[in-house]
């Protein structure tokens, strides 16, 4: 397709071909990924820690996230880009959820949004739904419920499980287009993903979602510090810079660089 729709995922689930979603927040990044054919990009709110340097998702702004949704809109060609809502900008009622949605469609020109919560966010997801705009449900872990969940913890184990089931079905019939799972049981994912007709998206939710997410950082090994266990490294970006910038720091330093044929 020219550009990737909200239909064409659901193809894909009716189809049974799977799919991954990457984070982007910036140009280079969204038109690498793009090329890629990667379908859809999200501007996480987890800019907060990859791009902003928070120790906290909870920190971002709407405003702070509303410029870097802007760059990747505008570098994507064919992938359908989603924005999260930051915390805060939609839980107080579904006319905040409105209002702030709108200023990603009409500021970043985003197509679609994304929100954490289970079944307490489905009147949110019915107004934007209603409005035109397409929602992506998270539930599992939320990290903007870090302090209320008491931290990174997988969600839905046991007993939970009937609970977590229940918010994905209600977040479906709002009218959510496809849900990510976040640090949930594979068994669980699985069972979901049978139980409800829209995509689903696992992190941390084993190999029996529709389709997988990773913050692009991670996947790419430019991150310091120990990985989350369900992140796979695929390139080591920070080797590669680091070689690069000491590289470049040492030929300034001896002379070697700029060569004659750097000058004028
Ligand atoms: O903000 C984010 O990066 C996310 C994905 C990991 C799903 O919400
Ligand atoms: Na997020």
């Known amino acids: 397709?020219?550009?990737?729709?909200?239909?064409?995922?659901?193809?894909?689930?009716?189809?049974?071909?799977?799919?991954?979603?990457?984070?982007?927040?910036?140009?280079?990044?969204?038109?690498?990924?793009?090329?890629?054919?990667?379908?859809?990009?999200?501007?996480?709110?987890?800019?907060?820690?990859?791009?902003?340097?928070?120790?906290?998702?909870?920190?971002?702004?709407?405003?702070?996230?509303?410029?870097?949704?802007?760059?990747?809109?505008?570098?994507?060609?064919?992938a359908l880009v989603v924005a999260d809502l930051p915390f805060g900008s939609y839980q107080a009622s579904p006319e905040q959820a409105f209002h702030t949605a709108v200023r990603f469609m009409k500021e970043a020109g985003v197509q679609a949004v994304k929100l954490e919560g289970g079944r307490t966010v489905v009147p949110m997801v019915e107004k934007l739904t209603q409005s035109g705009i397409p929602v992506?449900?998270?539930?599992?872990?939320?990290?903007?419920?870090?302090?209320s969940i008491g931290g990174y913890r997988v969600q839905g184990r046991g007993e939970q499980a009937a609970g977590l089931i229940d918010?994905?079905?209600?977040?479906?019939?709002a009218g959510a287009f496809s849900l990510v799972l976040e640090m949930v049981p594979g068994d669980v994912a699985a069972e979901i993903t049978k139980r409800i007709p829209i995509p689903t998206i696992g992190i941390g939710a084993g190999r029996d979602t529709d389709a997988q997410v990773l913050v692009w950082q991670d996947m790419a090994g430019l991150r310091s510090g120990t990985m989350p266990r369900f992140v796979k490294q695929y390139a080591d970006l920070r080797g590669i810079l680091t070689s690069a910038a000491t590289s470049y720091a040492a030929e300034v330093a001896n002379g070697a660089f700029p060569a004659d044929e750097h000058t004028f």
Do not use: C
């Open 1 to 78: 397709p020219r550009r990737y729709r909200v239909h064409h995922l659901r193809d894909f689930k009716n189809r049974g071909e799977k799919w991954a979603m990457l984070t982007a927040y910036d140009q280079y990044t969204a038109e690498i990924f793009d090329q890629a054919g990667i379908p859809v990009l999200l501007v996480g709110d987890s800019a907060a820690n990859n791009v902003y340097g928070y120790d906290t998702t909870l920190r971002v702004t709407v405003d702070e996230l509303i410029p870097l949704a802007r760059a990747v809109a505008n570098a994507a060609q064919r």
């Open 167 to 173: 918010d994905a079905v209600a977040l479906a019939a």
């Open 136 to 147: 992506m449900a998270h539930i599992g872990f939320t990290p903007q419920s870090e302090h």
